[in-house]
């Protein structure tokens, strides 16, 4: 039985286990990848990390994390488009330059390459994609504040913040991603261009 939130129920078992997130992002392009990958695994040597680092191919920013479901939603897949639809920013450019464990999670705590400073058009951005998905009339989880970060790795140790050479790319669009849970597979729904300038 399907509830009206897109999440399955069993018939009054509980709540389905969920197999699907939602989340807008930005990617890396290919060369910038290949750094953070390269800062990753140097990383994970120095700091004595067992976790294994994030695939190349998936590493991002989050944007907006629009739930995890047991199957896809389509109302909010479909508000989510419209929402990107309404959203012109021009292209611009990220760059984080530190790294440090996020503490929230008993065990595999995300090691991530973070931004603290700066980096005003990501947030105006993340701003511009919630003004939108309130305009559908979708409710976003609610969460901590936006902290821009790439994960590299899961791993019960606990690294305290230090710096580390600044990585950016250009950030010319945003995409709309459908991750299958436990799967590590990655569905692009949706991408958005930044207008050029």
């Known amino acids: 039985m399907t509830r009206g939130d897109g999440q399955l129920s069993l018939g009054g078992m ?55 479901f047991a199957g896809l939603p389509g109302d909010l897949v479909a508000r989510a488009r419209s929402a990107a639809d309404g959203v012109s920013l021009p292209a611009f450019d990220v760059a984080l330059d530190s790294v440090a464990s996020f503490v929230g999670r008993k065990s595999g705590k995300p090691f991530v390459l973070r ?6 058009p990501l947030h105006a951005l993340h701003e511009a994609l919630a003004d939108a998905m309130r305009a559908t009339g979708a409710t976003l989880p609610r969460g901590k ?39 590590t597979e990655h569905r692009v729904l949706g991408r958005w261009p930044l207008s050029a300038r």
């Open 115 to 120: 931004g603290d400073g700066g980096n005003a």
């Open 14 to 68: 509980g709540e389905a286990v969920p197999t699907d997130r939602l989340f807008f992002a930005v990617f890396p392009d290919a060369a910038t990848a290949a750094r953070i990958g390269d800062m990753a695994r140097e990383l994970r040597l120095r700091h004595g990390l067992r976790g294994k680092p994030v695939r190349e191919d998936r590493l991002h920013a989050t944007l907006h994390h629009l739930g995890d």
């Open 145 to 183: 504040r936006f902290v821009p970060h790439v994960t590299l790795l899961y791993d019960d140790a606990i690294v305290a913040a230090e710096p580390v050479p600044p990585i950016a790319w250009r950030v010319r669009e945003f995409v709309l991603v459908h991750s299958l849970l436990g799967r």
